[in-house]
């Protein structure tokens, strides 16, 4: 259905533009042939199933694919967020299947427009938990990934009456931040995607079960924060030393905890005086 409407603005564009530059002698034929309207629904379902693929499989994906650039595995800095929903369970519950659904895509969507916004890319969603991924300087650089965690979560309060509307109760969310070297790389046969896989994943989904544990709504781990300025609108609490559930050694924590509604981007003057 796209392609057709776009294929009635290209034929209507091409009477507009022998119209607009008449041809030799003054004419302004207006004629469209059966190969202009071939050629042009051609072009146009081309550009739409591209463009519908490329939102299937996620940002960069498609392009990744047939670049080839991850045929081969390789060794990436990144840093992840993970979002957890609060009570999903339950919500599950009380909702049903269907509604709960519902539910889960608007959350899913709200919560992807302020990491997309901060030059986060949309990994993976799982169950009710939506992981992005910066690769490490990109995520570090003005703390980009510290912003776009804490501008979802005020979306999602913004929004609380209108899911409190529409699904009985506003959605709560937990979020966990963690950096470090994992290997990307293509996966699958019958069904291939573009994994990421390594301890530094891993240890970011602990870190979202230390977010359960101990009742802050965000943890990041010291590892991350030793590499960005923390913005002036978020206060950074140090939790010590948490030994995680499968995880041999303990990892420095830190809590988060935004002390504004929008928290301020450090200018490039205060990242450097810091």
């Not at 939506?130 to 570090?140: D, F, Q, S």
């Not at 301890?199 to 802050?216: F, I, M, P, S, W």
């Not at 995880?247 to 450097?272: F, G, H, M």
Request: contains cysteine.
């Amino acid at each position: 259905m796209r392609s057709l409407v776009y294929l009635v603005v290209f034929v209507l564009c091409i009477p507009a533009g022998n119209w607009l530059l008449p041809g030799p002698g003054g004419t302004r034929a207006i004629t469209i042939s059966r190969d202009d309207i071939v050629y042009s629904f051609a072009v146009t379902f081309v550009v739409t199933f591209l463009l519908e693929m490329n939102t299937l499989l996620g940002q960069n994906v498609l392009l990744n694919f047939v670049t080839g650039r991850y045929h081969r595995p390789r060794v990436e800095q990144r840093v992840f967020l993970i979002i957890d929903m609060k009570s999903s369970t339950a919500a599950a519950e009380r909702l049903g299947e269907v509604a709960f659904h519902r539910l889960l895509d608007r959350l899913i969507g709200d919560l992807s427009g302020p990491i997309v916004l901060h030059k986060g890319e949309i990994h993976k969603y799982v169950g009710d938990e939506l992981i992005a991924t910066w690769p490490l300087a990109e995520g570090v650089r003005q703390a980009r990934c510290l912003l776009a965690c804490f501008d979802a979560i005020a979306r999602m309060a913004a929004l609380g009456p209108s899911y409190a509307r529409e699904f009985g109760r506003p959605a709560e969310v937990r979020a966990a931040l963690h950096c470090g070297p994992v290997v990307v790389g293509e996966m699958g046969s019958f069904k291939k995607e573009i994994a990421l896989s390594g301890d530094t994943l891993n240890t970011t989904a602990r870190l979202v079960d230390a977010c359960r544990e101990t009742g802050q709504p965000v943890i990041a781990s010291a590892a991350l924060l030793e590499r960005l300025v923390v913005p002036p609108g978020i206060a950074a609490r140090a939790l010590g030393p948490i030994r995680l559930h499968g995880k041999k050694d303990a990892v420095e924590l830190v809590a988060l905890t935004a002390l504004t509604k929008n928290p301020v981007i450090p200018t490039e003057a205060e990242r450097s005086e810091a």
